[in-house]
């Protein structure tokens, strides 16, 4: 069971759980903390979540640093991981973490709920809003009046600016609408708008 075979799997339940959903932006491969690491699928509508894929052919040895860079900007996480994994990777991921099984069937894969993501209690104002690129980000703070003194700044000063400012539902919610409008990703594979 290859990476391959397990992305198209979850990618079948995603669509059909958000057919027809003009809110929800799915795609592969989000960056995270600018390129630091990338979720494998993200969907964003209401909430970010993301999905982490470890096929067979995976090692868990990146799992977590992963970990620990999702917990600081992903609203919900789950984890699909081949039977060899399910054992390991259950002792290194957080209990609110979704967790998901895929397993060979003469379709291809099957996927097994173990568990559904909870909200994650860990958020970080300032790496979420790293999610926005310095643009975005410097728009953000001019809506709310938060841009003095930051303008000419790095990027990294306008996401501290941003954490300082701006109470972390407000950031949610920014970050969130900024992605599903954002023109000109860097796609790898896919790109959805489930609505469209």
Known sequence: MRDKDV???????????????????????????????????AVINGQIEGFELKSERDTLE?????????????????LVVAENH???????????????VAS???DGVELTRERLPEMNPVLDAATLASLLWRDEALAVLERHGAARGVKSKPREALYERLAEALDLDVIRAEVRTT????????????FQRCGG
């Open 7 to 41: 992305r198209d799997s979850v990618w079948r339940v995603l669509n059909a759980q958000h057919a027809g959903d003009a809110d929800t932006l799915m795609l592969d491969e989000l960056g995270i903390l600018n390129g630091a690491t990338r979720i494998d699928i």
């Open 104 to 106: 060979k069937c003469a």
């Open 62 to 78: 990146r799992l977590p640093v992963q970990r620990d860079l999702y917990n600081k900007v992903l609203d919900r996480i789950s």
């Open 86 to 100: 399910r054992e390991a990777a259950e002792k290194l991921i957080p209990d609110w973490w979704g967790l998901a």
């Open 179 to 190: 992605l599903k409008t954002r023109a000109g990703w860097r796609v790898d594979r896919r």
